[in-house]
Nanobody
Framework: VQLQAFGGGLVQAGGSLRLSCAAS????????MGWYRQGPGKERELVAI???????NYAESVKGRFTLSRDNAKNTVTLQMNNMKPEDTGVYYC????????????????WGQGTQVTVSS
């Protein structure tokens, strides 16, 4: 199983960026999939993640600005980031909790490579 992330870069405050992540390999089901980030000198934190039943959890700091969408057929999630702020700067990591076969015990978590997002003031 592999997670491949796309997107990121440099944007001015108030601008927009989009991140995508695709999961590939032997996947039976996706329990959750989304993005974490780690700002300079900060702990890694949740940004947004899908939940069972088509729900999505967002960090309070990004609600109303970021939108996570999913494509179940392609095992991908896309994070649309609008009205970005300098405090959104950090390395963004794709994360997925995947079930590999019919056995619930086959559930594993996976991390993609980090992608840098920089918001200039």
């Amino acid at each position: 199983v592999q997670l491949q992330a796309f997107g990121g870069g440099l944007v001015q405050a108030g601008g927009s960026l989009r991140l995508s992540c695709a999961a590939s390999g032997k996947i039976f089901a996706i329990t959750g999939m989304g993005w974490y980030r780690q700002g300079p000198g900060k702990e890694r934190e949740l940004v947004a993640i899908t939940t069972p039943g088509d729900g999505i959890n967002y960090a309070e700091s990004v609600k109303g600005r970021f939108t996570l969408s999913r494509d179940n057929a392609k095992n991908t999630v896309t994070l649309q980031m609008n009205n970005m702020k300098p405090e959104d700067t950090g390395v963004y990591y794709c994360y997925a909790l995947l079930r590999l076969d019919a056995d619930f015990l086959s559930t594993r978590d996976y991390w993609g490579q980090g992608t840098q997002v920089t918001v200039s003031s």
